[in-house]
């Protein structure tokens, strides 16, 4: 079974794939780490390597426009290092990245080749053993 799609925006793309990459590889995002991810990997080109200093994350709550305080964004950030979508340098300086699959696959979402995304579904065929 194929199911073909409008092409989305490239946020609503990576929260789909997001939403994807949590149920195939645990633990699971919640709604909200979803966004907050997005929101980050959004953030402009000048921002790579301070995406998550105190300019990009006042920006991020910003484009959120919703009552998240900068402890309640420090607790999710920490949460998604937890979980492995992002990771911290092993230099003195610890800055914090997201994981390069998920900046790759942001964007591609947002370069201007047309983009698909096909989802195969392959069920299983039993049979019924005959007396």
Do not use: C
Not at 13 to 41: D, M, R
Not at 52 to 58: E, L
Not at 85 to 111: C, G, H, V, W
């Amino acid at each position: 079974m194929q199911i073909q799609l409008e092409a989305p925006t490239p946020q609503a793309a990576l929260k789909l794939y997001l939403k994807i990459l949590s149920t195939i590889y645990p633990p699971t995002l919640t709604e909200s780490e979803i966004e907050i991810l997005t929101a980050f990997a959004s953030l402009p080109a000048s921002l790579e390597h301070f995406r998550f200093t105190s300019k990009g994350r006042s920006m991020v709550m910003k484009a959120l426009n919703k009552s998240y305080t900068k402890q309640n964004l420090n607790n999710h950030i920490y949460s998604l290092i937890l979980k492995r979508y992002l990771y911290r340098t092993k230099d003195e300086d610890r800055t914090i990245y997201i994981a390069p699959a998920i900046l790759k696959a942001y964007q591609q979402f947002s370069s201007s080749v047309p983009q698909s995304i096909t989802i195969t579904i392959n069920a299983l065929r039993t049979t019924l053993p005959t007396k």
